[in-house]
């Protein structure tokens, strides 16, 4: 191979090299695009997690709470179901002593 023709390969490696280059940095700036927007989306949704979160976090308050209180309504109606229970046997009582 002759230096001139040396010359002309490494020109058009270059002139190739070079061209690869710009289309990878074409295709780089678009897949930065891609993560751009992506993080901006991101960002727009972050705000709507936290507040989802702590949505749930109040509703699971809520319904802890409400848990507790049917609890002691459950407690307090069979505590009402055994006096009634008492009342009627002491009114039972009462009928069977009263002359028919």
Known sequence: ????????LVTFIGRRFDALHAHLDERFREVYGHFDEVYRRLERLEPGYYAITESLRRIEAILADERARRDALDRDLTELRRRVGDLESRVDQIQRRLPS
């Open 1 to 8: 191979m002759s230096p001139t023709e040396y010359q002309e």
